[in-house]
């Protein structure tokens, strides 16, 4: 992260969901730096009387001006967490290594690799297994009362990049952590949006895999631009899912899924069901298309390759009855699914012959 120029913006107080547990664990670097955060605190607006209230919360934007100052104050931008600073621009460092990358595989590879020439007191490590990816989080050291906030943020900078270079919401599958739910556990979905595990054996999230192939969006100039405000991509959840359409069509190509409602396929997704009509539309879309898709498909597929009835096959692709299957197979194809079956016989067979 690079220099600003000092934040004098006047905090948003309207959304304060940040745990004042977080300040604390600022502090914490504070103090083993023997270093006053009075200037810190009073840039962010923060009241020391929230501190030691485990129900108090601060805004993103208070949490923004509190980080910024603290790691210049510190010259540090692990906040302490390390056995030694990580100067100012150490993770902008890290932006630059991984943001020449051709796609978001190759980038995150080079962040895990070259974390470790920053400090070997954490591994960050990217694992893929089949359909999944998992990015985790290994301690090599003691990290005490700064272990919830380093691995928090640790994660969060991972995933608020990886979404920043491919300009791409990542639904994640699950994140986990190696601790009990603390008491204001009910903000972590907010930042790891998806089932949250707590106790877990290590910390991490998982993610399909096929983001990974997701080119790199971003140049340089873009990159020096989000490196003057680089913080809120902690926090910051992208709208847009460059693989929503294909996370639908996966869905729905389980017939049990293909009559799932809008409400059960948006919780499939870890979206609302808001998001998931706006995205689908943003991408000319929509879940009745890609239901009528995928019925077609798997229609055409059964009359080609099997000898099922199309009584059968209609209600093996969700229709009710025969008469509203063909009426439907007509108008995505032009012709019956009778005709359709039979064409596809003659010429298979004109086919056979003249080998």
């Excluded at 009910?186 to 949006?193: A, D």
Aim: hydrophobic letters at 40%; aromatic letters at 8%.
């Amino acid at each position: 992260m690079e220099n600003p120029a000092p934040d004098t913006r006047p905090p948003d107080l309207s959304r304060a969901a940040t745990p004042i547990a977080f300040i604390e664990a600022i502090l914490a670097g504070y103090r083993r730096y023997g270093t006053d955060p009075a200037n810190a605190l009073a840039r962010a607006g923060i009241s020391p009387a929230l501190l030691g209230h485990p129900e108090a919360r601060v805004t993103a934007s208070q949490m923004e001006i509190m980080s910024g100052a603290a790691m210049q104050e510190l010259d540090d931008e692990a906040l302490g967490w390390f056995s030694r600073r990580l100067p100012w621009g150490s993770y902008g460092m890290l932006c630059r290594a991984s943001i020449t990358s051709p796609d978001l595989g190759v980038a995150l590879k080079r962040w895990c690799r070259h974390h470790r020439l920053l400090t070997d007191d954490i591994e960050l490590r990217l694992e893929i297994s089949g359909s999944e990816a998992r990015l985790t989080l290994t301690p090599r050291r003691e990290l005490d009362e700064l272990r919830e906030f380093c691995l928090v943020t640790l994660l969060r900078y991972v995933l608020g990049y990886a979404c920043w270079a491919i300009d791409s919401r990542i639904p994640l599958q699950e994140t986990r952590f190696p601790f009990p739910p603390p008491p204001h556990a009910e903000t972590y979905p907010l930042l790891f949006p998806g089932p949250v595990q707590f106790n877990a054996d290590m910390a991490g999230f998982s993610f399909d895999a096929r983001y990974l192939a997701l080119p790199i969006r971003r140049d340089e100039s873009a990159l020096r631009a989000m490196l003057q405000r680089a913080l809120p991509l902690t926090v910051l959840q992208y709208r847009r899912d460059r693989l929503l359409v294909e996370g639908v069509r996966h869905f729905l190509r389980s017939p049990d899924n293909l009559g799932a409602t809008a409400e059960r396929v948006a919780e499939h997704l870890h979206v609302s069901v808001r998001t998931l009509h706006r995205q689908l539309k943003e991408e000319g879309s929509s879940l009745q298309q890609l239901k009528d898709d995928t019925r077609r498909d798997h229609a055409i597929a059964l009359l080609d390759r099997s000898r099922k009835s199309v009584k059968q096959i209609s209600a093996l692709v969700g229709f009710g009855n025969e008469k509203s299957f063909s009426r439907a197979f007509r108008t995505w194809t032009g012709l019956p699914p009778q005709a359709w079956r039979e064409r596809n016989q003659t010429a298979e067979a004109a086919a056979t012959t003249e080998n």
